[in-house]
T-cell receptor, first 114, second 113 residues
Framework: EPEVTQTPSHQVTQMGQEVILRCVPISNHLYFYWYRQILGQKVEFLVSFYNNEISEKSEIFDDQFSVERPDGSNFTLKIRSTKLEDSAMYFC????????????FGQGTRLTVV | AQSVTQLGSHVSVSEGALVLLRCNYSSSVPPYLFWYVQYPNQGLQLLLKYTTGATLVKGINGFEAEFKKSETSFHLTKPSAHMSDAAEYFCAVSIGTASKLTFGTGTRLQVTL
């Protein structure tokens, strides 16, 4: 069964460093999403992406964040200068059609900023 | 704006017992409601969803949920718990199937012998 793959599963980075979280969506999917979950809090929407541009973003997704689809298979989330409060589980998701509610999620990357 | 509240961050049941995971929502428009499950080291998997029509919806693995507008609830149930049901369960709401999901904080289900 096709699945969304995220790497790494756990990343530790120092405050102020740039970090790139990687995702390989399901191959025929066209819509891509990032969500995050700070420990003990809700899973929160960050951004959706289609046709090489952001289609929607939340207030959390400020100038420190960027997304990119550098090639035909990867979808990345970059945090330019990490802060302690960026520590969270980050979920990538993809969907074939414009229905985030039909999205398939990856297993998540746990980001720890120290 | 919509929101979701899941009562109980941890629920423990015996194998064979009823599973009841609670979810209440807030939405200014008719909501679409979802339950997702996350097994250890895996992604979020859709269990079931309510969009329109029948308020009792059945999902995978014997789970079902009932949309009760008067109670603004969408509780998840399963008549008989199995050890393999141990996981984290997330309730979510959207204001349309094309809208982003708003999740609750999750409930960790433990199943004991």
């Amino acid at each position: 069964e096709p699945e969304v793959t995220q790497t790494p599963s756990h990343q530790v980075t120092q405050m102020g460093q740039e970090v790139i979280l990687r995702c390989v969506p399901i191959s025929n999917h066209l819509y891509f999403y990032w969500y995050r979950q700070i420990l003990g809090q809700k899973v929160e929407f960050l951004v959706s992406f289609y046709n090489n541009e952001i289609s929607e973003k939340s207030e959390i997704f400020d100038d420190q964040f960027s997304v990119e689809r550098p090639d035909g298979s990867n979808f990345t989330l970059k945090i330019r200068s990490t802060k302690l409060e960026d520590s969270a589980m980050y979920f990538c998701a993809s969907s074939e059609i414009l229905e985030p509610t039909e999205a398939f999620f990856g297993q998540g990357t746990r980001l720890t900023v120290v | 704006a919509q929101s979701v509240t899941q009562l109980g961050s941890h629920v423990s049941v015996s194998e064979g017992a009823l599973v009841l995971l609670r979810c209440n929502y807030s939405s200014s428009v008719p909501p679409y409601l979802f339950w997702y499950v996350q097994y250890p080291n895996q992604g979020l998997q859709l269990l079931l969803k309510y969009t329109t029509g029948a308020t009792l919806v059945k999902g995978i693995n014997g789970f079902e949920a009932e949309f009760k507008k008067s109670e603004t609830s969408f509780h998840l149930t399963k008549p008989s718990a199995h050890m393999s049901d141990a996981a984290e369960y997330f309730c979510a709401v959207s204001i349309g199937t094309a809208s982003k999901l708003t999740f609750g904080t999750g409930t960790r289900l433990q199943v004991t012998l």
